[in-house]
């Protein structure tokens, strides 16, 4: 099979890692790729958002199968795009259309989602400009903090966590008059839940599925979890509170709902749903749906599948995800995500990158490089997930610092405390 994985992140290089591992795989082609994924095959100089030369690519690499990364281009219907022109409309697409994307592209369309299905998730109400007043009459019977969403994509920065009701009030309208731009033309405003997070990934054919191992991600920049979010900067997985009794109640009162609640609503689905989860005294709510893979959950979550990766996408895409059982790797995988220094505010790129040679015992996925003139350089926020095996996260976290000692770039910075709230 020919496969294109589109992005360019260590989500793309981890799916493009474990898709270079299957017998069923004749090429493998990533769009437009990184520094580390042009070792795995063949990078592909496309933008993510350029259906038509994409769609150009397909056809003169006879390519078999998409694998979507980011949410973007699903949210733009890639897929509808795909289907409707009979030239490619073969091509098996890993990735929901526009109609299932809306489940991460609108915030109030994922909200009335869960109501509609009895799924848990915190209590909302969503607001235009027009209502302004009404939404600042609703934050006043709240109690603090006070958490406001941008309804469509806003590049991870469209949530606000308040804790003063006149700010909450004032950010309110300035969301509404343009904060986040058309983004913020809406805005859910929520219950603060208060709790530990979980991400959980389930693959589905819109029938049936498969939950893959869940993982807890570290997303702020600082030590103690304080500081600017950012789009991680650690993943650990399997999660120790995420224990039997809890997938369960994740599996009868998320998982089930929400691909049954697709299918009555006649919205097919193919591919990734990644639920974001907050664990409340032992029970799951819905904290938001992406319709992807997460980074840098996927670089734990790709290494712990034992299963043929393709032989998975190619059940999900013909519809026979029900015949398929995962198998994982039980041990504890923790990747350690090494960024430019600044970020996740301004940084700078290209410092050459060493040490790669002297990695023991780990598996680096590049995040943000590009190879140049045979020299390995930074080309974003998060340049490399040095990921792990070892019998609980600890184990695995020392081998991937251990590591991380080893790899030189200049301003180079990561987190040192990951796994602190596990103990
Ligand atoms: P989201 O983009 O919806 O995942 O929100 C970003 C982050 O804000 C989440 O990962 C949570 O840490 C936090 N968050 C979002 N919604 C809530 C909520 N209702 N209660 C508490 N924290 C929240
Ligand atoms: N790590 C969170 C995300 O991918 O959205």
């Known amino acids: 099979m020919r496969i294109l994985v589109l992005g360019s992140g260590g989500r ?23 520094g580390g994924t042009q070792d795995l095959g063949e990078n592909l100089n496309l933008s993510v958002g350029d259906f038509e030369s994409i769609k150009k690519a397909v056809i ?74 009404d939404g600042q009459a609703f934050l006043s019977q709240l109690k603090p903090p006070y958490v406001l969403k941008a309804d469509g994509l806003a590049a991870g920065k469209g949530v606000l966590i308040l804790e003063n009701l006149e700010e909450a009030r004032t950010e309110l309208a300035n969301m509404l008059q343009g904060k986040f731009g058309k983004a913020s033309e809406r805005v859910v405003i929520e219950e603060y839940l208060d709790g530990i997070e979980c991400s959980v990934f389930v693959l589905t054919d819109g029938k049936d599925y498969l939950i893959l191992p869940e993982a807890k991600d570290y997303k702020r920049i600082g030590e103690g979890d304080t500081g600017l979010n950012t789009g991680g900067m650690g993943a ?49 709510y819905v904290i938001e749906y992406n319709v992807r893979m997460g980074d840098p959950e996927t670089e734990v979550v790709m290494p712990r599948i034992q299963n ?51 990695v023991e015992d780990s598996l680096v996925f590049h995040a943000g490089t590009k190879l140049d003139q045979g020299k390995l350089l930074t080309a974003g926020g998060r340049v490399l997930a040095i990921t792990s095996f070892g019998k ?19 301003k180079a910075y990561y987190r040192k405390d990951l796994g602190f709230d596990l103990d």
């Open 60 to 133: 003169q690499e006879k390519i078999d199968m998409l694998v979507v990364g980011p949410e973007d281009p699903l949210v733009q219907g890639i897929r509808d795009f795909f289907e409707k022109d009979p030239q490619t409309k073969d091509l098996k697409i890993i990735g929901p259309g526009a109609a299932g994307a809306q489940l991460e592209g609108s915030k109030d369309f994922s909200k009335s989602f869960m109501q509609r299905h009895g799924i848990p998730t915190a209590k909302h109400a969503t607001f235009q400009l027009s209502g302004l007043q």
């Open 236 to 284: 650990i997985s399997p999660v120790p509170f995420a224990d039997d009794s809890f997938m369960k109640k994740v599996e009868e009162q998320i998982v089930k709902p929400s691909v049954q609640g697709l299918a009555n609503e006649k919205i097919p689905y193919t591919g990734f749903l990644f639920i974001g989860l907050m664990a409340v005294e032992g029970n799951p």
């Open 392 to 410: 609980d996260h600890k184990e695995a976290l020392s081998k991937s610092y251990a590591n991380a000692r080893r790899i030189q770039f200049d």
């Open 308 to 358: 043929d990766l393709v032989e998975l996408l190619s059940a999900a895409a013909e519809g026979r995800l029900g015949q398929e059982n995962l198998e994982t790797n039980p041990e504890t995988a923790a990747t350690l995500m090494m960024v430019s220094g600044g970020y996740p505010e301004a940084y700078e790129k290209e410092k050459e990158i060493s040490g790669l040679d002297q």
């Open 12 to 34: 793309e290089h981890a799916i493009g890692w474990k898709i270079s591992q299957s017998e069923k795989l004749e090429k493998l082609f990533i769009a437009p790729g990184n």
